[in-house]
């Protein structure tokens, strides 16, 4: 039961964040990259874990949002959500402020706007993660980060 309610939740939330954008879900606190492309979702996934792993991250888990909301009896347009990190660049920001541990690993989305049609591939910005903990803007590893995401998002809509 716990895990139907939860799969729920997390379709509703995706749906949310999907059909009008980042501050519907409550998401107002940080500033989100956004690329488009016309290919399928699972396309442009199966790019982005590709290219994940090529870089040397670790895919932690690939959620389909679309999935969880059909297990218990709901429908929603197509959404995929990556986790992946790489220990060497998150380690010295858990180091910095153990509480980026709420924010890391790594997430994008990837979902098909039903207003658009189009594909969407959407992170947040690394610096406004961390932007309440102490963690310098300005550090090597939230840089390095930003790269990674800015690279792999591109990589993932080619």
Do not use: C, W
């Amino acid at each position: 039961m716990t895990r139907t309610l939860a799969a729920a939740a997390l379709a509703l939330a995706a749906g949310l964040t999907a059909t009008a954008g980042p501050a519907a879900a409550g998401l107002t606190g940080g500033d989100y990259e956004t690329r488009s492309t016309d290919k399928p979702v699972a396309q442009v996934m199966d790019a982005l874990e590709k290219a994940v792993n090529e870089a040397g991250a670790t895919v932690f888990a690939r959620v389909d949002h679309t999935k969880g909301a059909e297990e218990v009896g709901l429908g929603m347009h197509e959404a995929q959500l990556l986790i992946f990190g790489n220990p060497k660049l998150g380690t010295p920001a858990m180091n910095a402020d153990p509480l980026a541990g709420l924010v890391l690993p790594l997430r994008v989305l990837v979902y098909r706007d039903p207003v658009s049609d189009e594909t969407k591939v959407v992170y947040e910005e690394v610096d406004e993660m961390f932007d309440d903990l102490k963690i310098d803007d300005d550090a090597e590893y939230v840089k390095k980060m930003e790269e990674a995401l800015e690279k792999l998002t591109e990589k993932a809509v080619e």
